[in-house]
């Protein structure tokens, strides 16, 4: 009996850009008895369904953009005989959709990091249940992830997460819903532990797969001290701390290791927090400013963002601190109007940004914005005979590519709109310029690569409706990526050793 875990995607791309860790942390969770789980992703290459026995046990992780690809592997699998699991954000979420269109033998709900575990035993045992509960693991029940499994030539990041979850509340996200809003963070030790491992084998780029890299920000103190409430204050201060802790220790990790994260505008108020983070070599964040105006913000939830020449400036203050941003914009809200994308635009440019995506709004289960929109939908609309509400079935190449109506915009002209947004920050006129931020021509060439193979992979390929368009972006990524992976990989560092703690 072998175990299998498998990450579904449309596209491969031969290399990636990220390691998805859940593989290799459910690795980690995969009892010792059962032998190093094989393991499959599907953005370097697609399974081969013939690798799978009968008998052997199959882990499919789904989330909303991979589900219908995961159900079609689990019916494969499930075809050869192997015992089908599904789990993920999107199986959490529709359990009986796993059974009922992916060949599911059991679904895990939640986190796998014990689950997991148990559900494979039972595999064992022929006494599989039909829903395992994961629940939320404690930060000290997180599985350090097996990177002795991973390939040595094939991703240019990988991926540690040192906090789970995230006080805010987004209409748009379900992270604060799925991980709840209490941040559970990992004792630096294990998070060390799992970095040094990484640059022994080579990895000096590493993502901080966290839902928010700043849980807690000045504001949350400064309301928990006008509230008179001692012991929230002691909880934020505690976590801050802890936070501290961790970058000092990243600070004595080799010179040449980076590190990227996500955090919230709000950091950019505290430089004494983006400094550490400068010191702990964390030189770039993905921020999300999602709207440029005050009534775009009101509308996801998100009005501790600033917006106009504040947000400008805000923006501004992560360079001005060494850390560049990836700034996270959403076209489509109510409020856009057809001057929104060019007022985006031109804030992405004035703001320094280094890297910026355009995404459409897209109603993601498990966010606010779906439970409204779901209800707005009359019973009868449909795709392709598949109920609307329930997009996510319908192949990617007839799927919608907006689903909330706009008061003033048709769908179509938003792409548009969006699509050329995305042409014109990636314009090579506009790469160039933003190129200057390296310190040498070597550095600036693989910004001007890197930058064309972000834009080729997430905006080309997701956002073009004609299918040409989407095959030469697919090529033209697969053409970029090796090349931009050997630009990230390091000399291995066998011998480095644990930097112990630094005491503050
Ligand atoms: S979008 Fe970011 S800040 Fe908002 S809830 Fe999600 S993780 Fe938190």
Known sequence: MRVHLVNPSDTSFGTAVITPRWLYVLAAATP????????????????????????DVVGIGIHTGNALRGYRLGRQACERGATVIFGGIHATLYPEEAFNQGGAHAVVKGDGDRAWGQALNDCRTGTPKRIYEGGRVSAGEFKSARWDLLPRDRYMW????????CPKHCSFCSVWRTDGQKPRQRTSDTVIGEIVELRRLGYRFIALADDNFYPVSLTDMQLAERQNNPQRLAELKAIRQERFELMSRLAALPEDMVFFTQITMEAAEDPQFLDAMRAAHIQG????????????????????NCCGENLVKRLQEFRSHGIHVLGSF???????????????????HRAGLTFAQFVMLTPFPG??????????????????????????????????????????????EMRQRTQSVWDDFYSFR???????????????????????????????????????????????????????????????????????????
Not at 158 to 165: E, K, N, P
Not at 289 to 297: F, K, Y
Not at 374 to 397: D, N, S
């Open 330 to 348: 959403i076209f489509g809200l109510s409020s856009d109007r057809p001057e929104t994308f060019a007022a985006t635009l031109d804030v992405a």
């Open 367 to 412: 966010t606010v914005d779906f439970e409204r929109w779901e209800k707005a939908q009359p019973e009868e609309a449909q795709v392709e005979g598949v109920p609307i509400t329930r997009y996510w079935l319908t192949p990617p190449e007839i799927r919608p590519k907006m689903f909330m109506p706009h008061p003033v915009m048709t769908s179509e």
């Open 32 to 55: 010792e008895s059962f032998g190093d789980p094989v393991i499959c992703d599907e953005t370097l290459e697609h399974l081969d369904a013939m690798s799978i026995a009968p008998g």
């Open 285 to 304: 964040a993905l921020v999300g400013v999602e709207a440029v105006t005050p009534e775009g913000l009101k509308a996801v939830y998100k009005d501790f």
């Open 430 to 504: 506009s790469v160039w310029k933003r190129s200057r931020c390296t310190p040498s021509l070597k550095a600036r060439l693989a910004f001007i690569f890197i930058s064309k193979l972000y834009r080729q992979m997430y905006a080309s390929t997701g956002i073009a409706t004609d299918s040409a368009r989407r095959s030469k972006a697919n090529r033209w990524a697969r053409w970029l990526a090796r090349p931009c992976r050997r630009l990230f990989m390091a000399k291995p560092m066998p011998e480095l050793q644990v930097p112990g703690a630094v005491l503050s």
């Open 158 to 165: 990988a991926s540690v997460q040192t906090v789970r979850g």
